[in-house]
């Protein structure tokens, strides 16, 4: 007989509002206090400690719009944060800090999250939609100096970019990225020419979230219908369709695959956290928490495997952190 799912090992409450985005920063060996960053929608970020289950920080720097992107740029200090003011802000957390120290303004009026890559020390690739509705601005990060802005052919009809995610194959290796868009497509963009080199029709409705295996050539996206398309890319950086898998409920926020690649999970408009295992698919828990729409997961960068943490933001303001399947 299959156990029954789990409950939460613990919930984070008090940020007044849903959570959008969440993101962990818990790689480094002690004495560092393993941390969690969440953006909201009444504009709040807040830095929590893994260890008291409280709020040390709280950042307020997009004058009470939503927060819907936090990423660390090489380590807890340095923040990246998107909100819906069309802004982007850099922040410096050393030392007690809580300023923003650079921005840019994306001109961009829908809720796609950038997309981060490191290309070498304290240089990074920044993707997010442009102020056009279906292009996509790279940027280089710290000096915001333009690469590039990649444009569907013309008649291609793709509408806005909902998601997107840069990656490479080792450091040595052009950087490409993945951008799912309104039409159901999801396509594959080489920066460095500025041109598609594969376009797949993977969901008859806008793309809401996909994650990509690098290593395996492999992506899962989901979008508001009742089914996840599993897609690879061949020797000829073609993408194909792997497989589908049905969902009992439709509507999927977000997917995000464990750094381990083992297994993958899904936040779903019925309240729902779903667990798959990457390699076949299979469902593994059902999580059963929140009340409300679950907007976000995301999986925790601990060294140590069995430490590792699952954490989603729901609707309901709340945040439910999970111990799954830590053994290897």
């Known amino acids: ?6 409950d939460p090992q613990f919930v ?24 969690l960053f969440s953006g909201s929608e009444n504009g709040f970020i807040h830095v929590w ?42 922040w410096d957390l050393a ?22 890559l490191k290309v070498a020390q304290g240089r990074w690739l920044m993707a997010m939609a442009a102020k056009a509705p279906e292009e996509v601005q790279v940027l280089e990060l ?14 291609a009809k793709l509408g806005m970019p909902m998601c997107l995610k840069l990656w490479q194959h080792n450091c040595d290796s052009q950087p490409l990225l993945l951008a799912g868009y309104e039409d159901g497509s999801v396509v594959l963009w080489n920066l460095s020419m500025g041109k598609a080199l ?44 792997y497989k589908t898998q049905k969902l009992v409920n439709a509507g999927i926020s977000d997917i995000t695959i464990r750094p381990d690649k083992k297994i993958l999970a899904t936040a779903g408009w019925d309240h729902r956290i779903r667990i798959f295992g990457w390699k076949k698919l299979k469902p593994l828990a059902v999580l059963d928490y929140h009340t409300a729409t679950v907007h976000c997961v995301s999986f ?29």
């Open 300 to 328: 925790s960068d601990h060294r140590n495997p069995c430490e590792r943490l699952l954490a989603a933001g729901s609707k309901d303001h709340r945040i439910s952190i999970w111990s799954i399947y830590t053994q290897t």
């Open 49 to 90: 400690n893994l260890k008291t289950h409280r709020v040390d920080k709280t950042l307020d720097g997009h004058g009470g719009s939503s927060v819907y992107c936090v990423e660390t740029m090489g380590g807890k200090n340095r923040l990246l944060s998107q909100g819906r003011d069309q802004r982007i802000c850099l």
């Open 142 to 155: 710290p000096s915001k100096t333009s690469v590039c802005t990649l444009k569907p052919e013309v008649g």
């Open 198 to 241: 594969s376009q797949l029709v993977c969901h008859q409705e806008p793309v809401m979230s996909l994650d990509f295996d690098s290593e395996k050539e492999k992506g899962i996206s989901g979008s508001s219908e009742k089914v996840l398309s599993i897609w690879s890319l061949n020797e000829q950086q073609n993408l194909q369709v």
């Open 12 to 35: 984070l409450r008090g940020t007044g509002a849903a959570v959008h985005t969440l993101h962990f920063s818990c790689g480094n060996q002690e004495p560092d206090v393993p941390i």
């Open 95 to 116: 030392e007690g800090r809580t300023s923003v120290t650079n921005s840019v303004f994306t001109e961009n009026v829908g809720f796609c999250r950038c997309a981060l």
């Open 1 to 6: 007989m299959a156990l029954p799912p789990p």
